[in-house]
């Protein structure tokens, strides 16, 4: 009867310690997901669009529109080339390269040990999603607008596309390396203010025209990196699916005189 006894408690001892251990996993299991959900929502708050971000860019371009039809702006144009023309600068096709210089200069830190805000892949997704946005913004404008350029050479002066990438470029430095270094995240614009500068000083635009290019290239990358959760899930569910199809395979087989085609699938 005693031996009985003990073998009930032992039965019992060893129900306990497991419906324990269920319990704990299932306790573990329950935190993680929340902890999962906690990030999700993380994530995305962190990527919402901030509406002060989008004040300055709106008072650029507003600014740059305004200058197409309002007769003292334009007179504003017309006068800062005039001051530019007497003063001779020397002309240089820097600009055409200093528009980049931001960008690079992100890819250069990061290789150099100096890390931003996201890894090479999600920084790639998002830079050359800002450099699409700021295209479909500028190219379109130019042939809708046919503006004529300070020098006469076409009508695709407004907006300016150089200060638009010029400016795209710094403000992804900024986006990248603000939370980590201030300073350091503000070292994109005076490449992008040279830019602007000299696409004037070159005769290539009116003072509009890179003011509103440099609005569009700061909305552009301030929507890169607001889109950018969206085309990473996006990306990754074609990731998964490729790997889906990657799983199964097809292969014709000749059996007794039979012809047919067999389906396999890794699971």
Do not use: C
């Not at 704990?24 to 669009?49: C, F, M, P, R, Y």
């Amino acid at each position: 009867m005693k031996k009985q006894f003990q073998k009930k408690w032992m039965y019992l001892a060893v129900l306990i310690s497991a419906f324990s251990n269920v319990n704990a996993q299932n306790n573990k299991d329950t935190i993680t997901v929340q902890e999962t959900k906690q990030d999700s929502i993380v994530g995305i708050q962190q990527n919402k669009l901030n509406y002060k971000s989008l004040i300055i860019p709106a008072v650029f371009i507003g600014y740059g529109v305004a200058g197409l039809s309002m007769n003292n702006l334009r007179q504003l144009n017309i006068s800062t080339k005039t001051e530019i023309n007497e003063h001779q600068p020397g002309r240089t096709i820097l600009d055409n390269y200093t528009q980049y210089a931001p960008a690079v200069m992100v890819y250069g830190f990061n290789a150099a040990g100096i890390k931003g805000k996201h890894n090479l892949r999600d920084r790639t997704i998002i830079y050359a999603s800002s450099q699409l946005i700021a295209a479909a913004f500028t190219m379109p404008l130019k042939y809708l607008v046919k503006e004529e350029r300070p020098d006469g050479s076409n009508t695709l002066s407004f907006p300016s596309g150089h200060a638009a990438t010029a400016f795209s470029s710094a403000q992804f430095m900024f986006r990248e390396h603000r939370d980590t270094n201030f300073w350091l995240s503000l070292s994109g614009y005076p490449f992008a203010v040279f830019t602007g500068v000299y696409r004037m000083v070159n005769d290539k635009h009116w003072l509009g025209d890179v003011v509103a290019g440099a609005g569009f290239g700061i909305l552009s990358t301030e929507l890169a990196y607001w889109l950018f959760p969206r085309i990473d899930t996006i990306l990754k569910g074609k990731d998964k699916t490729k790997n889906k199809l990657s799983s199964i395979m097809v292969m014709p087989f000749y059996q007794n005189k039979t012809l047919g085609i067999g389906l396999g699938k890794n699971f």
